[in-house]
């Protein structure tokens, strides 16, 4: 049986920290609209595109979101491991992207069908490029031809979780549709 690396595992174990700390601190607001308390109403999700060693694991599925006790309106925290509705995790929407991953063996592992990785490729380089997220970005970046490749390269940190890290901290706004509440200093750049 093939086991995945013990750094892997605490990359994906040090992204739920961080979502349960998203969580938190949403809870700990309260409702954005009323202020009443935020009663929890996670949604239980099926992600693909994880190690085999978290793909039954209830915690790592659990899109957190609390729902208002008093107006009912949903917040759904941004996430380092949900990029919105995606059935693939975030992480594994990151990797599969680069140019030449599709026949890797790691991307064979997680049976990503390859119109997946067609679209998520298309996505990268149109829908993703009118968002404000890369907006923000291109301020900061040399110029790129292709995403997210040539972001990668620019990335300052040493090892692929540090730049992993760092991508899909960047991303956080695109997670949730609650995220113009969120604001980025919430977010510790520490693994
Ligand atoms: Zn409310």
């Not at 174990?13 to 961080?18: F, T």
Request: charged share 20%; with cysteine; net charge positive.
């Amino acid at each position: 049986m093939c086991h995945t690396p013990t750094a892997e595992l605490d990359f994906f174990a040090s992204l739920l920290r961080q979502d349960q700390c998203f969580a938190e601190q949403v809870q700990a607001k309260g409702c954005e609209h009323c202020g009443s308390p935020l009663h929890q109403a996670h949604y239980q999700r099926k992600p693909r595109g994880l190690p085999p060693e978290l793909r039954n694991d209830e915690a790592y599925a659990r899109r957190y979101s609390f729902c208002c006790c008093r107006c009912r309106r949903r917040h759904t925290p941004v996430s380092l491991r949900f990029l919105g509705r995606r059935v693939y995790s975030a992480f594994c929407l990151l990797m599969a992207s680069f140019q030449g991953c599709f026949e890797t063996a790691a991307i064979q592992q997680l049976s990503v069908p390859k119109l997946s990785l067609y679209r998520w490729q298309q996505w990268w380089n149109g829908d993703f490029k009118q968002t404000r997220v890369w907006r923000a970005l291109t301020t900061k970046l040399q110029p790129v031809t292709r995403l997210p490749d040539d972001w990668w390269r620019q990335l300052g940190g040493a090892t692929w979780c540090e730049r992993g890290w760092q991508m899909l901290g960047a991303l956080l706004p695109l997670t949730s549709q609650s995220s113009r509440y969120f604001r980025m200093s919430e977010f510790t750049q520490n693994l």
